[in-house]
């Protein structure tokens, strides 16, 4: 390791546990469905990516605007990004989605691969959606199938549609 930190944290939220990690540029990963007992092997995969220690940390800003997003009171995270686990047209289509897809609107694969001048890669869109490290804050879950199907998500698809209830594109579900 070269000394340097990556903070992190597990939070609970509606839809299971979140775990959150940030370098001084930003914060660098959110993981689904990761509490505590099962931190271990993403900081594992974390640290060797960056080259850096995992260490608990509060992440007092991230976690606040997440529990207001959940609470229904934040439309838009305003949290400094490290984008380093992305790269080249991934990071690309990334960054296209959270500057331009806002809450409660969708866009699909194929319209996203034609707003970063690649109209042939809807597939190569679906791969780096699931290779987001920052979903719910730059989210791919905002991104469906052109015939009006919801598509994957690397949460699980039944994350993915409370996330996009929560912004009012999809109802409520019974129960």
């Keep these: 390791m070269n000394g340097s930190v990556v903070g992190w944290r597990v ?5 299971g546990p979140l775990l959150l990690a940030a370098t001084p540029a930003g914060l660098v990963k959110v993981a689904f469905h ?6 271990g092997p993403v900081l ?16 007092e800003e991230p976690v606040r605007q997440l ?8 439309k838009d995270f305003d949290l400094p990004l490290d984008w380093s686990l992305s790269t080249g047209f991934n990071r690309q289509v990334l960054k296209e989605l959270a500057a331009h897809v806002p809450y409660g609107a969708v866009v699909g694969y194929q319209d996203l691969a034609v707003r970063v001048g690649e109209p042939g890669a809807a597939q190569a869109v679906g791969r780096a959606m699931g290779s987001n490290p920052l979903p719910v804050v730059v989210a791919c879950h905002r991104v469906v199938e052109s015939d009006g199907g919801i598509g994957g ?6 994350t993915k549609r409370k996330l996009l209830a929560l912004e009012g594109v999809l109802p409520e579900p019974l129960f």
Excluded at 11 to 15: A, G, K, S, V
Excluded at 34 to 39: L, M, P
Excluded at 45 to 54: F, H, K, N, S, V
Excluded at 153 to 158: A, P
């Design 153 to 158: 998500f690397g949460g699980g698809l039944e």
């Design 44 to 59: 594992e995969r974390l640290a060797e990516r960056l080259g850096a220690t995992p260490e608990p940390a509060a992440l």
């Design 34 to 39: 990761t509490d505590e007992a099962s931190a």
């Design 67 to 74: 529990t207001e997003y959940f609470a229904g009171r934040r």
């Design 11 to 15: 939070m609970d939220t509606p839809i």
